[in-house]
């Protein structure tokens, strides 16, 4: 059985999906870009500080359903330029210091309402 979660601390689906959906232990975080919660206006205009609005946003979700970036066992980030690869692992890196999650790392030919990065995650409670 699944539960989707709900963050009031990130910001509304664009589209119709979930924020995360907690199945088990397991919860699956959709993708993050680097929109205000408030207002859902995009964050920043570089990949460093649209990385920092975008981890927050997944922290939020991730604590909604009672997890941390301590939990979280793979992630998925989406770039438009891989020049942003640096930038993005240095906030990258601070967010989950040695709680290193496996990871990918894509190049994607757009990203919704232009952002630089989006990244999506899966955390495994014990």
């Not at 088990?24 to 920092?52: F, H, K, M, N, W």
Request: with cysteine; glycine share 10%.
């Amino acid at each position: 059985m699944s539960e989707a979660v709900l963050s009031h601390d990130a910001p509304a689906p664009i589209g119709p999906y979930s924020q995360a959906v907690r199945v088990g232990a397991t919860l699956y975080c959709s993708g993050q870009i680097a929109l205000d919660p408030v207002d859902g206006t995009l964050v920043g205009d570089d990949a460093a500080r649209q990385t920092e609005r975008v981890l927050a946003n997944l922290g939020a979700v991730l604590a909604a359903a009672g997890y941390g970036y301590g939990d979280v066992v793979k992630t998925t980030i989406y770039l438009i330029d891989m020049d942003d690869f640096s930038a993005v692992n240095a906030v990258y890196e601070r967010c989950f210091g040695p709680a290193k999650p496996a990871r990918s790392t894509v190049a994607v030919a757009g990203l919704p309402r232009g952002a630089r990065v989006e990244i999506d995650c899966v955390a495994q409670r014990a």
